[in-house]
């Protein structure tokens, strides 16, 4: 089973508001990543969690606020965002950080700043 | 850095033809992995095929296929049999341990399969 779930699917926010992304894994994977995907790009990597911890921030404005409360679930809050920052927003998972190590996506968030 | 290059921004091919898409990329290291993955439009990302460079032989998987060419940094997808639910977007990625987390992708080929 290679499944990383997303919630929710889509989502409309203003420019003031608070919400979070949710992204979950059962495969026992060691490291989580979130993407950010503008429409016809590849996704830029935003941040990846490895045992539990941040270990890279790919220089994201803090309006970005990742979190991992264990092993299986990673959280993107999100406050006060831009309309550029408008996009699909893409989780990924895998068995360790080593290159070595296959990603496997979730089907992405797709999220709406007005 | 390493930059994945896809020169073909749009395919088309006919259903039951093969089809390549090319992928070159440009490093000075000996030992990484190289990706396909398929994003079709509004559904998610899946794994097509990986490639470990140590490895001479192309992996294979059902339909598809790479064509690994080390010493040129070429790395080719092909589509047998193409059908309608081959049409995508298709990213060749690269990850190495210099690269670190990053998997580096190519901007894409939009994939157009016709009836």
């Known amino acids: 089973d290679t499944e990383v779930t997303q919630t929710p699917k889509h989502l409309v926010m203003g420019m003031t508001n608070k919400k979070s992304l949710k992204c979950e894994q059962h495969?026992?994977?060691?490291?989580m990543y979130w993407y950010k995907q503008k429409a016809k790009k590849p996704p830029e990597l935003m941040f990846v969690?490895?045992?539990?911890?941040?270990?890279i921030n790919e220089s994201v404005p803090s309006r970005f606020s990742p979190e991992c409360p264990n092993s299986s679930l990673l959280n993107l809050h999100l406050h006060a965002l831009q309309p550029e920052d408008s996009a699909l927003y893409l989780c990924?998972?895998?068995?360790?950080?080593?290159?070595?190590?296959?990603?496997?996506f979730g089907p992405g968030t797709r999220l709406t700043v007005l | 850095a390493q930059t994945v290059t896809q020169s073909q921004p749009e395919m088309s091919v006919q259903e039951a033809e093969t089809v390549t898409l090319s992928c070159t990329y440009d490093?000075?290291?000996?030992?990484?992995?190289l990706f396909w993955y398929k994003q079709p439009p509004s559904r998610q990302m899946i794994l097509v095929i990986r490639?470990?460079?140590?490895?001479?032989q192309n992996a294979t998987e059902n339909r598809f296929s790479v064509n690994f060419q080390k010493a040129a940094k070429s790395f080719s997808l092909k589509i047998s049999d193409s059908q309608l639910g081959d049409a995508a977007m298709y990213f060749c990625?690269?990850?190495?341990?210099?690269?670190?987390?990053?998997?580096?992708f190519g901007k894409g080929t939009s994939l157009l399969v016709t009836p």
């Open positions: 990924a998972s895998s068995r360790d950080q080593f290159f070595t190590d296959t990603q496997y």
């Open positions: 490639q470990e460079a140590y490895k001479q």
């Open positions: 969690y490895s045992y539990e911890k941040l270990s």
């Open positions: 495969m026992g994977h060691r490291a």
């Open positions: 990625a690269y990850r190495s341990s210099n690269s670190g987390h990053a998997l580096n």
């Open positions: 490093t000075s290291e000996s030992d990484y992995y």
